[in-house]
């Protein structure tokens, strides 16, 4: 396993501190979120490097806002005029 250090200003790391608990771990989550979020590793690489099954690992992204996979309302709007294309006119 690897080891990174981050340096932080006393100040900024007592106030990080108090408001998340344990830096070390809020920093390894953070970036395995980003590399996640950037297509970087995948589902079960994020969940192996935060030790968490794949239940709360969706618990975790859903709590962070990422949603792999998901449509969105444009998608869906290109799906109903593709649609429209074809059968015509929904009534």
């Not at 806002?65 to 998608?75: A, I, K, R, S």
């Not at 005029?81 to 009534?91: A, D, F, M, N, S």
Request: aromatic content about 4%; hydrophobic content about 40%; some cysteine.
């Amino acid at each position: 396993m690897a080891m990174i250090q981050i340096e932080l200003p006393t100040d900024v790391a007592e106030r990080l501190r108090r408001q998340l608990g344990d830096l070390g771990q809020a920093a390894k989550e953070a970036l395995l979120i980003r590399a996640y979020r950037e297509g970087q590793i995948t589902h079960f690489e994020l969940a192996t490097g935060l030790g968490l099954d794949r239940t709360q690992t969706d618990e975790l992204l859903n709590r962070q806002n990422v949603f792999q996979g998901c449509l969105t309302v444009e998608d869906l709007d290109s799906d109903n005029e593709t649609l429209e294309q074809i059968l015509g006119p929904v009534r």
